[in-house]
């Protein structure tokens, strides 16, 4: 089948679930005929299944060192709306590379600990399941100019939430 690429997402060097999360989202915009295709360092072998659950297609190869995934819409997929433990299994780490969106959805009360430090579009359902779902808490630290100082004792909160 012809199939139009909209979007090529390199994903290596990210920690689950961002890989899993950008795929979902760049997934959300295709139509009938259009396809992502998105490159890692692992088979996304977790993700496979929900793919086919949502009834997308795909081919993955490995090239190198690198896994290539080919995703497309044939016109009868449905968006993957829950990532559930797709790439998540286990503990959600908070770090720097920590998703914003997997956060806020593991870990409710972050939301307003992250809004307290100025994330104030947060605030915004709208952009809350766009926005905070493309970036991590660093990419968060750098377009809310948080110090480094200010960034620590953000991490520090959240991680409390963590752990009650």
């Not at 998540?88 to 430090?117: H, Q, S």
């Not at 766009?130 to 620590?152: H, M, P, Q, V």
């Amino acid at each position: 089948m012809y199939m139009n690429i909209k979007a090529v997402l390199d994903l290596r060097g990210l920690k689950p679930p961002e890989p899993a999360v950008r795929i979902v989202e760049a997934l959300k915009d295709l139509t009938k005929g259009e396809g992502i295709e998105a490159i890692g360092d692992k088979p996304f072998k977790n993700l496979l299944p929900k793919l086919e659950e949502a009834g997308y297609k795909y081919e993955l190869k490995k090239v190198g060192d690198a896994y290539i995934l080919r995703i497309w819409n044939e016109g009868n997929a449905k968006e993957i709306s829950e990532l559930g433990e797709v790439e998540c299994a286990g503990e959600l780490e908070i770090n720097e590379d920590t998703n914003v969106g997997a956060l806020i959805e593991k870990y409710p009360k972050a939301l307003e600990v992250l809004i307290e430090y100025g994330f104030t579009p947060l605030k915004d359902e709208a952009l809350r399941k766009t926005l905070a779902r493309t970036i991590t808490l660093k990419e968060a630290k750098e377009l809310g100019n948080l110090s480094d100082g200010e960034f620590k004792r953000l991490l520090e909160e959240l991680k409390k939430i963590k752990v009650k």
